[in-house]
């Protein structure tokens, strides 16, 4: 990945905080991102966290949005998730411009580029953040976001022996079994977010708050999570957590 390319993406980001001020007020939404290693339990504290928050979570309808604001294949996106950093989106070029609908002011051969594709995401992204409160998990939104406003960062992780009996008992699978898939699902998410930032997917520094959902245990590291954002934002921010109204 190229500094010239990771300049544009800084300059589209100012751009973007610029409009995030309307009228001199600043928007009083806030975004949550994690990051999650497989098998730890992320997706489902983020969904908790957003259930409790009475705002949406994204994950997988990022591509879906994204192949709409394109009008690429979905199938694009998601092959972005996955294909090996050194290799090709795809080795049948035909195949792939015939899963292109409307694509104005690119080729077929530069809409399937992985920074197109991946700015077609950030941009997705981006916009959320502007339009409402939200939690995202994955895509690179920690980074994306990295200077935007009222965003909390959050990597949660867990031990691997917890990981893998989480993935056998999830995906009825043998310990070899979970134990492959784990490292692939791993790797994957590594590369794409070191190959879109320059940054490694584990380093403590890139996020707010790193959390461990064995030692807290899920439910703890929801309401963490919840006062974090509190704490972080403070009157910056309308957060209204449907527990306390209970």
Not at 30 to 59: D, M, N
Not at 74 to 100: C, H, M, Y
Not at 179 to 185: D, G, M, N, Q, V
Request: glycine share 6%; net charge positive; with cysteine.
């Amino acid at each position: 990945m190229n500094v010239s390319w990771h300049k544009r993406q800084m300059r589209i980001t100012r751009k973007c905080l610029s409009a995030h001020n309307i009228g001199g007020a600043v928007m009083k939404n806030y975004v949550i991102t994690i990051e999650r290693g497989f098998g730890s339990g992320g997706k489902t504290i983020g969904c908790e966290v957003a259930k409790r928050l009475g705002i949406p979570c994204y994950s997988d309808e990022i591509i879906q949005m994204a192949s709409e604001e394109s009008g690429l294949n979905p199938e694009l996106f998601e092959r972005l998730q996955q294909k090996n950093r050194n290799g090709s989106v795809s080795k049948n070029l035909a195949t792939i411009e015939k899963a292109i609908i409307v694509s104005p002011g690119l080729s077929a051969t530069e809409a399937i580029k992985d920074e197109n594709l991946y700015n077609y995401q950030a941009k997705i992204i981006r916009r959320m953040a502007m339009k409402e409160s939200c939690v995202i998990l994955g895509y690179c939104a920690n980074y994306i976001l990295k200077t935007f406003p009222n965003v909390l960062a959050v990597n949660i992780q867990a031990p691997y022996h917890i990981c893998h009996g989480e993935i056998m008992d999830r995906y009825v699978l043998d310990s070899d079994e979970a134990a492959s898939l784990i490292a692939e699902k791993d790797i994957q998410r590594s590369s794409y977010y070191k190959y879109f930032t320059g940054k490694d997917w584990t380093n403590y520094k890139e996020y707010d708050v790193v959390m461990n959902s064995y030692r807290l245990g899920r439910e703890k590291c929801v309401d963490q999570i919840i006062q974090l954002l509190r704490i972080k934002l403070g009157d910056k921010a309308e957060i209204t957590d449907m527990k306390d109204m209970k």
